[in-house]
């Protein structure tokens, strides 16, 4: 493989496109469909009594009013429960249009279809729907007090209780030398993406075939899940993610109501509707994630090293299940991080609540278990009086210990065991980057100049690359032109460059020739989809191993067509040549013409390639047995488990001693995701993940009151962190290349995120001396906590035991 | 394989919705499209001198006018000669819009686009073009005469020149006890399907791809054409022939002008465009084909054995040969037959002419051939006084001599070697079929009764199933239902219903349960197109070849499922089962849920089907190397070379004594296509050629003036047979297997057509006694002829030897 490519930190091809205003998303589409809009519940818990759509029925412009009564057969069934899983004994879905109770403030309940939106919105508020108000259980606590149930049939509100141990946690912690136990809150927040939601369909009476575009990040899965509710053959259905402004976890859902309504009433109309989300709608009626409150119980030596470890969770899953349990099981999987914590006990119950649907945000329940441990050894660290990177490293697995198994079971349902990564050599780095070792000086130093000032740690290992495959096609054609294509989606991560850069690697042409498409069932219809930070190592591998296909079919017929062995030829800027004799070379474009037997001579060199049209006269016949025309190559990467990126972050911060505000100072990042593709799209990636980590660590919380209403549902009240607020970051690469595939990769597309809030925690509970265990800390949180801790000696830091 | 349904005579699948009016045919798409419409040389031969649009522009609802300055780059270029061949040293091609010269009658020169047809039309009409007026070269002879030239640039209007040799026949006819020389004329007919030519392009400017649905027998070569024309990549280009209302032969042509035009006036306008090709164009800007003189020197012995043959044709390709000289080369190869010649020459001159371009036309050069070589066996009968079968017995080819190499080259470039066959027995079988042995009595009879009638024969070889591939592709989804795509193309044969037997017979599943896509690139990209007789052969066999891999991935799946050895099991109507064991089952339908890790739950049977999302806990990666998800297989069958059908045709004809009429009284057809897929459409096949050779051999022809304007350009002046002129058809099936492909099949989808001609003409010969040289023979041609032969005893039978 030539590595001229991989590697190189070369710009994002895509982005002259996108920052010049000619990227096409979704609602830069269809401009002459029809709109929809929904009547959505006002009520976070309602009997629905009465629809009355008269008043609707004189805007000019209306052209259909659907109400689940109007939704036939399989189009109004409830949802699908995509990843069911043993212990979500009681899992629940929604109907597409809600059929006799709304569980959540923005359920959709009525669909209106007009000539446009405006009209559409005209006539849904001329809609009166009745409602009985049921009483709305809203937050952990009262969901797991269970005075009301969200749903009539699910005791407990418990949706799931799921228990996985390793050695005796409880007989571990009782017999340590050391004991802590404590509780975190962790709230919730939402993955924001700039562009919400939307659909576009178009029915083609002449080809009765559908094409939906949908900002999803899983076209393939929309095409299954339409296929089947709308009773049409997938040859029948094409989807195509367009320009997609941002997923972050929320577009992975799938089919959420609107892509199976919009779809079906396309058909049903015989028109092209669209429907995009608006912001409300994002806030109330599409997904959130984070919150839990966790219960922690921790026994350790006098080294600070954790003997056991017991790990309770509440999980708010919001009204329904539809993408199952995996935020909870992350959690309590990837908490571990870098560390042996010797005996490990979790314990987690997912809730019901009146509130919107909780399914992953990127990261996706890491934050909330990494804050977990990453509080924990602060707080071990501090009971002991031990320096806490000094505990940390006291819990590392050692570089000669991998594979190591941690011993559970991961979301993939494979065992936890992590490839590889050097966590000591990390930490010394992370602790080089932001200035550990010399930090008490420069404390010292802000503190005589009235600063108060802090610094922070945490580490985090994250798996990648999750299963169960993805595939990747290849084509070269006869202007050798590179047809690369992968049924993932793209949601701004750079997959243009980066899978265009392995195909110029793995096939020695320039990178300019090499196009990317993804998410588009037309050029590949099998795949899973763009989340777990998989895309890398699941598509990238599967195009590299496409290419190398296309390259051996290459280099046989250019070995035929220059007589010379196969095994004495090399690509060179999409030439095949004779190593060592670049007169003995043929362009890949002529052998893509020559791969065909069908030689048509639509061009010159075509003509020239050629003598006859179709086949020679020798007894072989033009395509071999197990051969196929066309210069192109096909495979799928399919991991036994997942690859485990890793990663320390660090952080300086002040505190203004009279306002609370907190600025960060410094922060630093060592990220470990195997072979480099790209290093600066993986700083990128980091980069905004940090920003994005920053929102959550200090800004983003949703604000629900007792009815269930979301207080701050728009971007006036919703806090996200701008460029002001995002420090400057330093970032430090380590290469522990994956054993697991054949590239060496790790996927980096969450890890920025994961530990903000445990570092920001780590750097204010240091700069302040107050415990910090709840996550976003905002500065008139840390204000308040401030008063309560001069009253309260135990919220001091370092005075927890048990 | 089960063969519950290969070789049953099930009714057509596509009737019901093609007779019932719900075919889609080219002209029922795209209603709102934009017309074009095209302004057309008057003159055979012309330069083009200026054109003068000024008059068009005030037309209401006129889009664009383009003419050949118009066209950019590669738009205007030439179109392709798309099957060079070294003896076609002189190969032209025109240009989309002509180019200073005009060399036909209908040569397209201005292309309009308006609102709707009518104002493409008025808006043509008031275009002036003015023409220099060229001398025409029309009819073979003025073509060979040379006097002038068709292409300046092309000597004596030469195009091709071609000799085969099999031993040395001159000598071989100089050293023979008997020999005869005598001229054949055929006249031009054409194709003539009921639905022309058509197009229909949209461009989408949401996703930059272009679809073109165009009624053509080869829908990804015109897109191959599309991509290097329009410079788009060909992932870019959906090419999808819809229904489409035959073509024989002429609609493989590619691509056409208009194929060219509209596809790029859609996209340069933004647009859609649809061209419908009205009957008068078809008829002069379409193609040809039958066109020749033959001058015929044999020598043979007292039995009638052939020594030696010696063919030269001279053949009319019309004004440019895009689709080169595929016709003379099969008339010189296939006119051979059954027969073993002893040493043969056949010598073709190709020529141009200022008629439009000639094309392969059902039977392609065939009944030019068997009209050459059935002529000769009767005329040696009748020169030794022998039974014409007896003459035709001694020269047939033994069973027991199969492989039998001719010694020649074939239309593919591979050697002309017939795979399989039982002429003797054929032969018996088609005289008893007829009633061949008590002819002359029957003769007797009616001559008693004042009537003249006359029995003839004629044998055939064909070549089917050429090469070079067809793919097929067989998905079974997760309902059971059985995709199977192929790229080539439907014209009306049946491949709806053949294509079905195969794969519910491969797979065992229900008829029911399949359906079929043929000719639409999104479904399968590579193809070489129907025509030749090879759509059962190749794509036939292709989709019994996925098949088998699909029937093996889901016994393996089964398998261990049900915890068999596949080996066990069997597939009885869609339900895998360990064979006696009918309760050990598991449907299809699971399978295929079971064939994609990425179990999504979207229904009840997948939920059971699978307890847990992704992947299980082994060490065996999801997708296995080598394997791929889904239930689904692609294989090409690609031939070593063509297979041979075989058939004999025979005829009793009375003729009226005074007006020459020609009646059918009696016609038998023996066929041999290997194994029979389904008897009934291969008869339909039969029975249609049949009747296609009945107009062949006694009423079309094109009728050029001195100037090259065709006289009977309308289907009131160009007679096609009635179903009153078409005789009820006797037809008895030979089965000789084919041992070149896994189905043992054979073509037959030309077979009908290819030896009318002969058979009438021996027929009649043998009714009149008049020496039968042209074809067609028209009831007023007889009436001359008997003119004729009453002043020229030359002209009786028997009296011609040299």
Redesign the interface.
Same mark, same amino acid.
Not at 412 to 415: F, I, M, N
Not at 610 to 617: I, L, P
């Given at each position: 493989m030539s590595t001229s490519m991989f590697g190189e930190p070369i710009a994002r091809r895509e982005d002259p496109r996108l920052l010049t205003g000619q990227g096409?998303y979704l609602d830069?589409?269809?401009r002459d469909a029809l709109a929809a809009a929904f009547v959505r519940s006002p009520h976070a818990h309602a009997r629905i009594t009465g629809i009355d759509v008269d008043d609707a029925l004189d805007v000019d412009g209306l052209v259909a009013i659907y109400t689940y009564e109007d939704l036939p057969g399989q189009v109004g069934d409830p949802l699908?429960?995509?990843?069911?899983?043993?212990a979500l004994t009681h899992g629940r879905t929604g109907y597409p249009l809600a059929r006799d109770v709304v569980r959540y403030v923005g359920e959709p309940v009525v669909m209106v279809v007009a000539r446009d939106r405006y009209l559409a919105e005209d006539a849904a508020e001329r809609i009166r729907v009745d409602y009985e108000v049921l009483p709305p259980v809203v937050g952990i606590e009262n969901a797991a007090a269970a005075e009301h149930l969200v749903h009539d049939d699910v005791p407990g509100n418990v949706g799931a209780h799921l228990v996985q141990e390793v050695g005796d946690a409880p007989a571990a912690i009782e017999n340590a030398p050391h004991r802590l136990e404590f509780r975190l809150d962790i709230e919730r927040s939402a993955s924001m993406p700039l562009e919400g939601r939307g659909v576009y369909a178009r029915w083609d009476p002449?080809?009765r075939s559908l094409r939906v575009?949908s900002s999803t990040q899983t076209s393939t899965?929309v095409r299954?899940?339409l296929?089947?509710?709308l009773g049409l053959?997938?040859?029948k259905i094409e989807v195509?993610a367009?320009d997609v402004g941002g997923g972050f976890g929320v577009k992975v859902v799938h089919p959420w109501p609107e892509e199976v309504l919009v779809p079906w009433a396309a058909r049903l109309l015989g028109r092209e509707i669209k429907w995009t989300e608006d912001r409300r709608e994002h806030f109330v009626a599409a997904a959130h994630e984070r919150g839990q409150v966790q219960h922690v119980r921790v026994g350790f030596d006098d080294a600070g090293r954790i003997l056991g470890l017991d790990v309770t969770i509440l999980h708010d899953h919001g009204a329904y299940t539809p993408y199952?349990i995996i935020v909870p099981i992350v959690t309590s999987t990837q908490l571990l991080g870098p560390y042996k914590p010797g005996a490990y006990r979790v314990e987690f119950t997912s809730l019901y609540t009146n509130t919107v649907i909780v399914t992953p945000y990127r990261g996706a329940g890491r934050p909330q278990g990494v804050f977990c441990m990453e509080r924990t050894m602060d707080k071990i660290a501090a009971h002991l009086g031990l320096d806490r990177a000094e505990v940390r490293a006291a819990n590392f697995i050692q570089p000669d210990e991998f594979p190591y198994d941690q011993g559970l +079971?991961f979301q993939?349902? #494979?065992?936890l065991i992590y490839d590889s990564g050097d966590y000591p050599r990390m930490l010394d780095m992370i602790k080089e980057l932001i200035g550990w070792d010399g930090f008490e000086a420069e404390r010292e130093a802000a503190r005589r100049a009235g600063r108060r000032i802090g610094i922070g740690l945490g580490c985090y290992v994250e798996g990648t690359g999750?299963?169960?495959?993805e595939?990747g096609h290849v084509?070269v054609?006869?202007?050798g032109?590179v047809?690369v294509?992968t049924g993932l989606t793209s949601q701004g991560q750079g997959h243009q460059t980066v899978f265009a850069q392995i195909a110029a690697a793995e096939l020695g042409v320039p990178i300019e020739d090499v196009?990317v +498409?993804t998410g588009d069932t #037309?050029?590949f219809?099998?795949a899973?989809g763009t989340f777990a930070s998989r895309a890398a190592v699941m598509s990238g591998n599967a195009i590299a191993l496409a290419c190398r296909k296309v390259r051996e079919k290459a280099l046989r017929i250019a070995g035929e067509a220059l007589e010379a062995d196969p095994r004495d030829l090399e690509i060179t800027d999409g030439v095949v040549h004779v190593r060592g004799n670049p007169s003995a070379a043929i362009p890949l474009r002529t052998v893509a013409v020559l791969s065909?037997?069908?030689r048509?001579?639509?061009?010159e060199e075509a003509?020239r390639a050629?003598?006859?049209?179709?086949?020679?006269?020798s007894?072989?016949?033009?395509?071999?047995a197990g051969?196929?025309?066309?210069l192109e190559g096909?495979d799928?990467y399919?991991?036994?488990r997942s690859t485990f990126a890793s990663g320390m972050h660090a952080a300086v911060v002040e505190v203004d001693p009279d306002t609370a505000e907190i600025r960060i100072l410094r922060y630093a990042v060592v990220h470990d995701c195997g072979r480099l593709i790209n290093p600066r799209i993986v700083e990128g990636q980091i980069h905004g993940g940090v920003a994005q980590g920053v929102g959550g660590a200090l800004y983003e919380r949703m604000v629900y009151d007792e009815s269930g209403q979301l207080l701050n549902a728009s971007f006036m009240d919703f806090l996200m962190p701008y460029a002001t607020e995002v420090p400057r970051i330093r970032t430090g690469h380590m290469q522990t290349p994956s054993p697991l595939n054949p590239l060496g990769i790790k996927g980096a597309g969450e890890a920025g995120v994961i530990p903000v809030s445990a570092v920001i925690a780590s750097a204010v509970e240091d700069a302040e001396g107050i415990r910090i265990d709840a996550m976003p800390l905002s500065p008139d949180g840390l204000f308040r906590l401030r008063r309560r801790a001069a009253a309260d000696p135990g919220l001091r830091v370092g005075r927890v035991a048990v």
């Open positions: 096409r830069d589409l269809g699908p429960l995509l990843i069911p899983h043993p002449d080809d575009y899965s299954m899940a296929a089947a509710r053959p997938k040859t195509i367009p199952g +079971t993939d349902g #494979r065992p999750v299963g169960p495959y595939g084509e054609d006869s202007t032109r047809h294509a196009t +498409t #037309r050029r219809g099998y899973v065909n037997p069908l048509y001579a639509f061009d003509r050629t003598q006859f049209a179709v086949g020679g006269s007894d072989e016949p033009p395509v071999p051969e196929e025309p066309g096909r799928y399919s991991p036994v």
